[in-house]
T-cell receptor
Framework: GAVVSQHPSRVICKSGTSVKIECRSLDFQATTMFWYRQFPKQSLMLMATSNEGSKATYEQGVEKDKFLINHASLTLSTLTVTSAHPEDSSFYICSASSTEAFFGQGTRLTVV | AQSVAQPEDQVNVAEGNPLTVKCTYSVSGNPYLFWYVQYPNRGLQFLLKYITGDNLVKGSYGFEAEFNKSQTSFHLKKPSALVSDSALYFC?????????????FGSGTRLSIRP
């Protein structure tokens, strides 16, 4: 199946700093990628839809200025958590899809 | 708007017994349905999908799912459970069969298989 690579798998950062998470589609071009957030023992919450060459579409309640998404190429989307706070600590997962969605390995973000 | 419901937070089954993980959906138009599995601290792995055709869909690791339009259900099944099947399972729906169409997930069901 198609491979989506997400990096880093784990990151610990200090409160107030910014963290960038990369999502790469390795063997197909993805004009659309999705970013999800998962809290412990909960489902995946769609944060935003990343569109190549245009602005991302954010779900209701997700702060655009807090979670910056860039999709500059057909194989790379990035999510930057700006001015991170402890409540941003979570598991972030990206996906790229053709017919079904393929998921990255996820990034465990811990803000201390 | 599309939605997915997984009524069971947890399902416990003895190894070797059949298992069922329930899922119901709501979508306008034709549903495109998926099952994914998640192991601890990992991303999601695709198991199977229903797009059209036979109501019984076969997927990875011996899993299958039955699409029932009248009951708006897409339950995941396996004839004989393995301990290694223990994981978190998500049912998902997509409103259109397009790569740009977002996928909405159910709340997840934790499957626990006891030896």
């Amino acid at each position: 199946g198609a491979v989506v690579s997400q990096h880093p798998s784990r990151v610990i950062c200090k409160s107030g700093t910014s963290v960038k998470i990369e999502c790469r589609s390795l063997d197909f071009q993805a004009t659309t990628m999705f970013w999800y957030r998962q809290f412990p023992k909960q489902s995946l919450m769609l944060m935003a839809t990343s569109n190549e060459g245009s602005k991302a579409t954010y779900e209701q309640g997700v702060e655009k200025d807090k979670f910056l998404i860039n999709h500059a190429s057909l194989t790379l989307s990035t999510l930057t958590v700006t001015s991170a706070h402890p409540e941003d600590s979570s598991f972030y997962i990206c996906s790229a899809s053709s017919t079904e969605a393929f998921f990255g390995q996820g990034t465990r973000l811990t803000v201390v | 708007a599309q939605s997915v419901a997984q009524p069971e937070d947890q399902v416990n089954v003895a190894e070797g017994n059949p298992l069922t993980v329930k899922c119901t959906y709501s979508v306008s138009g034709n549903p495109y349905l998926f099952w994914y599995v998640q192991y601890p601290n990992r991303g999601l792995q695709f198991l199977l999908k229903y797009i059209t055709g036979d109501n019984l869909v076969k997927g990875s690791y011996g899993f299958e799912a039955e699409f029932n339009k009248s009951q708006t259900s897409f339950h995941l099944k396996k004839p004989s459970a393995l301990v290694s099947d223990s994981a978190l399972y998500f049912c998902a729906v997509r409103g259109t069969y397009s790569s740009a169409s977002k996928i909405i997930f159910g709340s997840g069901t934790r499957l626990s298989i006891r030896p």
